[in-house]
């Protein structure tokens, strides 16, 4: 018997996915680095993003790039959170291209790649205004790729590169890819070469593509939400893009059991104090109503408005840390202890899920096939 609650990840679906956002972005002379960090580093997504046509496996960990290659997936591995000193020895091992924003660090992981008798190739972020990684000040930003392409012997300047959306939700217009644009030709005549990587952004660049104002010198992309989630990926959820709607939504479900089926009133009866997570919480009173109670709760999944309950009717009454309760009054079909809830999947949830040890994963369908 299957155990519970279980992640499940379908392959054939997965594939169909990545293989539809390679596809658009290669329309577009744009290759994909495949970033596997949502599904915490499954080693058979690489093999699957691989066989579609991803040019590098991307992730922000450096053991889940290790495993996926450790399960013998060939393409470039890229690191794409800037890595911490006390990481870079091992980082040459396992990584063939990482993003980078810091003199200091770059210096450090010249020596490394030395030590390692490797050429790293290094991407240089460039801040755009979302205010997370990158160097800010654009001057600082070409001294330090003259100063890589001419003293650091043991790197390779591969590109320059920003990130948008993550902090400061600022969106990867045409004004930003150009500004990309204007960086990476500063980077070019300083150094007198052309340079092999413009990286654009991750899924949410994927809007300025779809509306064909990508500047052409842009030729890659960082891309996990949209091949993992379909269009359940927030940036085009949000900003209500209709192009992802025909990948699938349901490459990666959840299954959770009910424990308990009653009615009950929807108002607590008592004096009110905090929740299970220490908040002051609002309860509408809607009288009474069925519920099940299933096996599963915040501490595996985060936040329940992630999960999106696929039995007709029913929606999210709230959770504690291992407990949900679904509201079942309104649904055709009669649940009962022991039966199973779908659920399809938000970003963040997925993110969560992969990481608790109380939920299994299962994989339907084969691993990474090359049609
Ligand atoms: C997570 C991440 C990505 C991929 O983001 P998606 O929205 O999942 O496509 C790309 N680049 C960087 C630097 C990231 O941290």
């Not at 066989?51 to 992730?59: H, N, Q, R, T």
């Not at 997936?73 to 980078?100: A, F, G, H, N, T």
């Not at 779908?342 to 969560?352: D, E, G, I, P, S």
Request: glycine share 10%; hydrophobic share 40%.
């Amino acid at each position: 018997m299957k155990k519970r609650p279980a992640l499940i990840f379908d392959h054939e679906k997965l594939r169909d996915n990545m293989r539809t956002v390679v596809g658009w972005c290669n329309e577009a002379g744009i290759d994909v680095a495949g970033v596997i960090k949502v599904t915490g580093g499954l080693a058979s997504a690489a093999l699957d993003y691989e066989a579609c046509g991803a040019k590098w496996i991307a992730s922000s960990r450096l053991e889940q790039l290790a495993r996926a290659k450790a399960a013998g997936v060939k393409i470039p591995m890229m690191m794409i959170r800037v890595p911490m000193l006390s990481e870079l020895d091992e980082m040459v091992k396992v990584c063939e291209y990482s993003l980078q924003s810091e003199f200091t660090t770059l210096r450090a992981l010249d020596e490394a790649a030395i030590r390692a008798g490797k050429i790293h190739n290094v991407i240089l972020m460039a801040d755009l205004g979302d205010l997370r990684e990158g160097f800010f000040d654009p001057e600082e930003l070409i001294d330090v790729a003259k100063y890589t392409e001419e003293v650091l012997t043991g790197l390779n300047l591969a590109g320059v590169g920003t990130n948008l959306g993550c902090y400061g939700s600022v969106m990867p217009t045409e004004e930003k890819m150009k500004h990309l644009v204007r960086c990476a030709e500063a980077v070019e005549k300083a150094i007198g070469r052309p340079l092999e990587i413009v990286s654009g952004g991750a899924t949410s660049s994927m809007m300025p593509m779809f509306d064909g104002v990508m500047p052409e010198k842009v030729n890659m992309l960082r891309i996990g939400g949209a091949s993992f989630l379909g269009s359940n990926e927030e940036t085009c959820r949000i900003y209500g893009r209709k192009e992802m709607d025909i990948l699938h939504d349901d490459a990666i479900t959840l299954e959770a059991e009910v424990i308990e089926v009653r009615t009950k009133p929807t108002h607590p009866i008592g004096k009110l104090g905090v929740n299970a997570f220490g908040k002051k919480a609002v309860y509408k009173d809607r009288g009474d109503r069925r519920r099940a109670l299933l096996a599963i709760g915040g501490a595996d999944f985060g936040d329940y408005n992630d999960l999106l309950p696929q039995l007709e009717g029913s929606f999210i009454l709230g959770c504690s840390g291992d407990h949900t309760i679904l509201d079942i009054e309104d649904c055709k079909e009669k649940l009962k202890v022991g039966d199973v809830v779908r659920f399809k999947l938000y970003y963040t949830a997925v993110l969560h899920l992969v990481s608790s040890e109380n939920v299994t994963k299962y994989e339907l369908g084969e691993i990474g096939v090359r049609l």
